[in-house]
Nanobody
Framework: QVQFVESGGGLVQPGGSLTLSCTAS???????LNWYRQAAGKERELVAG???????KVADSMKGRFAISTDGGQNTVNLIMNNLRPEDTAVYYC???????????WGQGTQVTVSS
């Protein structure tokens, strides 16, 4: 059974920084971890993740502000968010996907609010 521990969300002022952390249990080397977000009234979108080849990748629209890092065993992914904007306000979800079956699992989400 795949389970997640997500942390790091909260309220931050525009221009501030936050780091979200996700630790997954029950995954294998066939899984890759990702961060998605969903703003109110919008579709869920991929923010950053670990590629098939184990490399970190950030969505083009967030490059330069966001980064993703893992621990050595890749059971933990950290989403480092800098220069946050009000439009970054969303629920951020950790995701694990099986690279073969494409079956994925979702964390419960953590709220990030960017507001003055």
């Amino acid at each position: 059974q795949v389970q997640f521990v997500e942390s790091g969300g909260g309220l931050v002022q525009p221009g501030g920084s936050l780091t979200l952390s996700c630790t997954a249990s029950g995954i294998t080397s066939d899984h890759r971890l990702n961060w998605y977000r969903q703003a109110a009234g919008k579709e869920r979108e991929l923010v950053a993740g670990i590629t098939l080849h184990g490399e970190p990748k950030v969505a083009d629209s967030m490059k330069g502000r966001f980064a993703i890092s893992t621990d050595g065993g890749q059971n933990t992914v950290n989403l480092i968010m800098n220069n946050l904007r009000p439009e970054d306000t969303a629920v951020y979800y950790c995701n694990a996907i099986d690279i073969w079956s494409r079956h994925d699992y979702w964390g419960q989400g953590t709220q990030v609010t960017v507001s003055s």
